[in-house]
């Protein structure tokens, strides 16, 4: 695929329409923890409870599984009535037992050197215990909350005894159980990142700013619903939109291909590049958008992307009562189809760049540096741009569920005018940094050529973000936001 569009200094520096305002969205209203992190937070807890209630660190730990990590909780209930929060929570003033002498096993009846007990007093061999705990551990996070072995017993098995008498597989196991719980008990503060093989959480402050959140696995997510980022859209017509692309699966299964033919020659075209704008392989050499097939240059001398506006086909026809609700129904499917296609498209687009500014961190960047003759460190607008490309594909993207529940359909044609020259500024940044950045490769061209496509590159990456900015805060303000001509 090749590309047509021409920069222009002039036109790019023009304002794109939105008053500056100033960026309160950018205050980071969350802290991103690691595993470590997580336990560093358990250990603090465990030593104030065991501080604060004069008890040991594995009575603290019970309390705090009990509680679910609910500090404030546990003071007020301990001092409230410690007797009876013992005998709840199953810690006995009684220490644990061990009995070296020949004694009878209370569940294998046989007699054994080592007999143990929690504070209740009651003796199993220590391979009976490491059975019981292992099997306990196995079955999944309820091995916490672990009893004595007798049926009648509730006292606590504390982390001594897991650290005592299992593995140290079964170990790793339980560890993992118990930094879990302390996340997912505070699940109003603190979350897991979504992202499959992440062990990072979020410590989240939930009284200020967006619910935009970026893990350092560089999955961005919503605090909220958890599902990936959104904005401009709520989680509401978030979730509406899921729904009805499940619902709606067998109906548009069609997109979903790989290739679309040529409009001109009608050759399969597979897309390869994450550009809207394709190019049919010689001799044919047609320009076309790869979303409504039309020529490029149907899209207007500033690339406005006329097929993000959906429009309905009316045909003057007089139908029966079943014709109409059929009509009815095609004339829905249709429409939902427009603006699925274009959800979909910018979502497979943000995929592919993704893949790309990984393949141009791991290995294009050092063979750019080394033919250019400069560090990497110079070379950083480029993954600057990526990433702005892969931000605003996120965006454009949800812009179109935005579209398809707009209430307000007097403001339609405004709302697709702003997504048209979003579509278009983001169309001429991912062209320019994933195109006309192949020329420098071979090292060939001028390095004076190299530095006006730095300073292109640049300008169009401020750009974009800048309205891309302001675009999502028009559109989560219901398009109330100030306008001025650019």
């Known amino acids: ?24 969205d950018s ?31 594995v009575e603290a730990s019970v309390l705090l599984l009990h509680y679910h990590w609910n500090v404030s909780k546990i003071d007020d209930e301990w001092f409230a009535d410690e007797e009876r929060v013992r005998i ?17 096993c209370g569940i294998c009846f046989d007699p054994k050197d080592m007999m143990v007990s929690v504070s209740c007093g009651h003796l199993f061999c220590s391979t009976c215990w490491n059975l019981y705990i ?11 909350m672990l009893k004595c072995p007798e049926l009648s017993c509730s006292a606590a098995v504390g982390l001594d005894m897991v650290e005592k008498l299992v593995s140290e597989e079964d170990k790793k196991k339980f560890y993992k159980y118990f930094v879990r719980s302390y996340v997912e008990d505070k699940k109003k503060k603190m979350k897991w ?12 402050d939930a009284g200020s700013g967006s619910y935009d959140v970026s893990c350092l696995c560089s999955h961005r997510f919503c605090w909220n619903c958890t599902e990936e980022a959104h904005r401009p859209v709520d989680c509401d017509t978030v979730a509406r939109w899921m729904l009805k ?37 010689p001799p044919c050499g047609h320009q076309f958008c790869w979303i409504c097939l039309k020529a490029w240059t149907s899209h207007g001398t500033r690339g406005y992307f006329a097929c993000n506006r959906y429009e309905e086909v009316k045909k003057d026809v007089k139908f ?41 961190q ?12 400069t560090s990497e460190t110079q070379l950083e607008f480029i993954t600057e741009a990526w990433l702005q490309i892969i931000e605003c594909r996120r965006v454009l993207e949800w812009t179109y569920a935005y579209g398809y529940y707009l209430p307000d359909q007097g403001k339609q044609v405004f709302f697709e005018y702003l997504q048209g020259e979003a579509d278009s500024g983001l169309e001429r940044l991912h062209v320019c940094a994933e195109k006309e950045l192949n020329v420098f490769y071979d090292g060939k061209v001028p390095s004076e050529d190299f530095k006006h496509f730095q300073t292109k590159l640049t300008d169009l990456t401020i750009i974009t973000k800048t309205y891309f900015a302001n675009l999502v805060k028009a559109l989560e303000n219901g398009l109330n936001e100030c306008w001025v001509d650019a």
């Open 245 to 281: 692309n499940s619902a709606e699966a067998e109906n548009t299964d069609w997109l979903l291909a790989n290739t679309k033919p040529c409009p001109k020659c009608n050759r399969a075209i597979e897309k390869n590049q994450g550009c809207m704008h394709m190019t049919c392989s």
């Open 320 to 360: 029966n009562e079943a014709e109409r609700k059929r009509e009815m129904a095609k004339q829905l499917l249709d429409r939902y189809t427009h603006y699925y296609e274009r959800w979909l498209s910018n979502h497979l687009a943000r995929q592919k760049a993704m893949a790309d500014l990984k393949k141009l």
């Open 1 to 24: 695929m090749d590309s047509d569009d021409n920069y222009n200094d002039d036109e790019e520096e023009a304002d794109y329409g939105f008053v500056e305002e100033d960026e309160d």
């Open 134 to 144: 292992r099997i306990s551990i196995n079955d999944g996070p309820r091995c916490l």
């Open 193 to 204: 990142c979504p992202a499959p093989g992440c062990e990072h959480a979020v410590d989240f």
């Open 362 to 373: 791991l290995d294009n960047l050092k063979k750019l540096s080394d033919i250019l003759f």
């Open 27 to 57: 205050k980071v209203n969350y802290i991103v923890l690691k595993e470590e992190d997580v336990r560093k937070h358990q250990k603090d807890d465990i030593i104030r409870v065991s501080t604060v209630l004069s008890v040991t660190e």
């Open 88 to 104: 709840t929570v199953g810690i006995l003033k009684n220490p644990v037992v061990v009995v070296t002498n020949p004694y009878r």
